[in-house]
């Protein structure tokens, strides 16, 4: 049963509230923000997809270049070597490509409603040869030292984990890919477990295998082993296709709630939620049956890429859960949950 309370508000933000980041492209989605708080503020880190206007008979698209500008490609739609049925993901000659380019934009603001973007804070940029398609989907894991930013490198040698880490905003540390393709939705939990460092993360293999999460440790946040099977899609139900980590999990008394997304064949995200062990996250005590959330209001399921509910940034204040999430991978939306109302359903 869908138990989200959407924002009124909702969505919160749409392509037209930003401007496009270089000349000749416009913002087509803004989606899937990492969301914290710093000077006493809701902050978004958005991700930002742009692209050329689009014109008649061509799919144009920009890449990130060696010297970190971006170039623009075009193909014609009529080429017999291009394949375009995802308004995504293009493949021409044998090659993939993104249909858009994605940075990461800084957004805050005092309501948790109202977003601006503030002086002084410059996006977030994919550079060198493993982001030349861009960056995406960052969580933000605030621990003790600071802000620990882990989100996917996109290129045309694949989708890794990136990890990066500030204190201010200003200055980002680039710690490099921890996960290699294919690899994404990495969620860092907030403390240790046993003195070791955990993260969830969803490789791929679809051929003898799937779209499932992930548990690995680590002594440093760099070094990354131990990894477990956590959690596989399940045939038959809304989550029998993919799955994958939102933001770090949430200590509660029962265990660590992680919300995570599915997604059936059809391509409809929803989200749903397990719990996981104090000791041992590894083990997995209990998850949701029914989704918890479902793209059910119009912004969820018309969209560029309609029939999504996507989160991967939340804040918590005792039972209240507040996610952000990406709406019909268009625009940016909130709700809210019960965390004890979600812990009901997995019982
Ligand atoms: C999938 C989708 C896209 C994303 C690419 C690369 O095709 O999740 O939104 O851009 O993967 O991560």
Redesign the pocket.
């Known amino acids: 049963m869908d138990q989200a309370k959407r924002f009124r508000e909702n969505p919160i933000l749409t392509p037209s509230d930003l401007n496009p980041s270089i000349d000749g492209v416009e913002i087509e989605c803004l989606?899937?923000p990492g969301v914290f708080q710093f000077n006493g503020k809701t902050w978004l880190l958005l991700r930002v997809?742009e692209r050329p206007t689009q014109q008649e008979g061509k799919v144009s698209f920009p890449v990130h270049n060696e010297q970190g500008g971006v170039d623009i490609l075009s193909f014609e739609k009529d080429h017999p070597a291009l394949v375009a049925s995802?308004p995504?993901?293009i493949h021409f000659n044998g090659t993939d490509y993104?249909t858009?380019l994605?940075h990461l934009r800084l957004v805050c603001s005092d309501d948790g409603i109202h977003f601006y973007e503030p002086e002084g804070f410059a996006p977030l940029r994919g550079m060198g040869t493993q982001e030349s398609?861009?960056i995406?989907?960052c969580r933000v894991t605030t621990m003790n030292d600071g802000y620990h930013l882990t989100y996917?490198k996109?290129s045309e040698f694949g989708?890794g984990v990136g990890y990066r880490f500030t204190k201010d905003w200003k200055y980002f540390e680039h710690r490099g890919m921890i996960f290699p393709p294919h690899n994404?939705d990495c969620a860092l939990f907030e403390s240790k477990i046993g003195g070791k460092y955990f993260a969830l993360h969803r490789p791929s293999s679809p051929d003898l295998g799937g779209n499932y999460m992930w548990l690995a440790e680590s002594p440093d946040l760099l070094h990354w082993g131990n990894h477990q099977l956590l959690a596989v899609t399940r045939t038959g139900m809304w989550d029998s296709e993919r799955i994958g980590a939102g933001a770090s999990p949430i200590r509660t008394e029962k265990g660590w709630l992680e919300i995570y997304h599915g997604a059936a064949a059809d391509h409809r995200y929803c989200l749903g939620a397990l719990l996981l062990d104090h000791e041992n996250p590894a083990r997995v005590i209990a998850r949701s049956i029914e989704p918890i959330m479902e793209p059910l209001a119009h912004y969820e399921k018309f969209g560029f890429?309609g029939n999504v509910v996507?989160t991967n940034g939340h804040l918590v204040d005792g039972d209240k859960l507040r996610i952000y999430y990406g709406a019909g991978?268009k625009v940016i939306a909130g709700a809210d949950f019960s965390i004890q109302e979600i812990l009901k359903t997995l019982e």
């Open positions: 989606l899937n997809a995802d995504r993901i993104l858009t994605s398609f861009g995406e989907d996917t996109v989708v994404k890429f996507f991978d």
